[in-house]
């Protein structure tokens, strides 16, 4: 079993929001894990870290390391089902969200 941790995400806290967006993944490893399945919905803990810290922080220090550490598309759903939707069509690291 892999969880996602601190050696695969290595934000950039000279981007903007201070690296916050790590404390998002940190808080839900078991919805965004590549190795895991993933719930029917995020823990209400992740959700409450999307909502207060923002998707626009976690999408800033999305890099190849964590890339390959989480699923991408989990953490679109992750964003959707907490009431933050990324935009169809954005980027979120490399990652651009598909248009419905």
């Given at each position: 079993m892999v969880l996602?941790?601190?050696s695969h995400i290595q934000g950039n806290p000279s981007q903007g929001c201070n690296g916050w967006g790590i404390?998002?993944?940190?808080?839900?490893?078991y919805s965004i894990d590549k190795e895991l399945p993933a719930p029917p919905k995020p823990s209400e803990g992740?959700?409450?870290?999307?909502r207060v810290?923002?998707?626009k922080c976690v999408?800033?220090?999305i890099n190849k390391g964590i890339e390959a550490a989480i699923d991408m598309q989990k953490l679109v759903k992750v964003a959707a089902d907490c009431g933050r939707p990324l935009a169809h069509g954005s980027q979120c690291g490399s990652y651009r969200v598909p248009s419905v």
């Open positions: 996602l941790s601190l404390t998002v993944l940190e808080g839900c490893p992740c959700c409450t870290l999307v810290i923002g998707m999408c800033e220090i």
